[in-house]
């Protein structure tokens, strides 16, 4: 079975650093690009940047360039998401993502991790 | 910037009946365009996308039409297990772009 098992939820301190995975299986990982997707509370979906674990080339929305790190380890087959300085704006839930992919081009989203909760709070 | 627009914010239909759900685009995509279902407390789930190709597993009651800057997502005869939230999103390749649209409540009427 095609699947992304995604960490756990966190809570965490304004100001503190925090990396959350993704792990792949059933599928060759290093072949499909990955994403991550934010969604704050109550609220829609936001894309966040793509990695192809291959050979780790990561591209980010320019909503969140700057503000996040998207990194991969193909040894394990498992794509993380990392701040280096949260802020109770980024509370939301996290959501990894595969990219199906048709004659070299990226199509939509189309497995999706559990997502990871990640609250940040004083 | 692409934005993708998505009308209405909610529906409300009965059970059996056909919901059409609207996304536009500000500017032409071709047919770049992907639907998704999310539920309540689940993650996103890929209904359509190249704007009506059914992804895998998705009933032929979804289907997809549009291209351009407009597209519909139409639900024919609904069920009770289709009554979420649907999304709407671009996709390109460069510059790399997976814009989604706010999204639409289909409620049960």
């Known amino acids: 079975e095609v699947q992304l098992v995604q960490s756990g939820a966190e809570v965490k301190k304004p100001g503190e650093s925090l990396k959350i995975s993704c792990k792949g299986s059933?599928?060759?990982?290093?072949?499909?690009?990955i994403g991550w997707v934010r969604q704050m509370p109550g609220k829609g979906l936001e894309w966040m940047g793509i990695?192809?674990?291959?050979?780790?080339?990561?591209r980010y929305s320019p909503s969140f360039q700057g503000q996040v790190t998207i990194s991969a380890d193909k040894s394990i087959s498992t794509a993380c998401l990392q701040w280096s300085s949260l802020k109770a704006s980024d509370t939301a839930m996290y959501y990894c993502?595969?990219?199906?992919?048709?004659?070299?081009?990226?199509?939509?989203?189309?497995?999706w991790g559990q997502g990871t909760l990640v609250t940040v709070s004083s | 910037e692409i934005v993708m627009t998505q009308s209405p914010a909610t529906l409300s239909v009965s059970r059996g009946e056909r919901a059409t759900l609207s996304c536009r685009a500000s500017r032409s995509i071709s047919r770049n365009l992907a639907w998704y279902q999310q539920k309540p407390g689940q993650a996103p789930r890929l209904l359509i996308y190249g704007a009506s190709t059914r992804a895998t597993g998705i009933p032929a009651r979804f289907s997809g039409s549009g291209s351009e800057t407009e597209f519909t997502l139409t639900i024919s005869s609904l069920q009770s297990e289709d009554f979420a939230v649907y999304y709407c999103?671009?996709?390109?390749?460069?510059?790399?772009?997976?814009?989604f649209g706010q999204g639409t409540k289909l409620e049960i009427k």
């Open positions: 993502a595969r990219l199906l992919s048709r004659d070299g081009y990226n199509l939509a989203f189309d497995i």
């Open positions: 999103q671009q996709y390109n390749n460069w510059p790399p772009a997976y814009t």
């Open positions: 059933g599928y060759t990982f290093t072949s499909y690009w």
């Open positions: 990695i192809y674990p291959g050979d780790s080339d990561t």
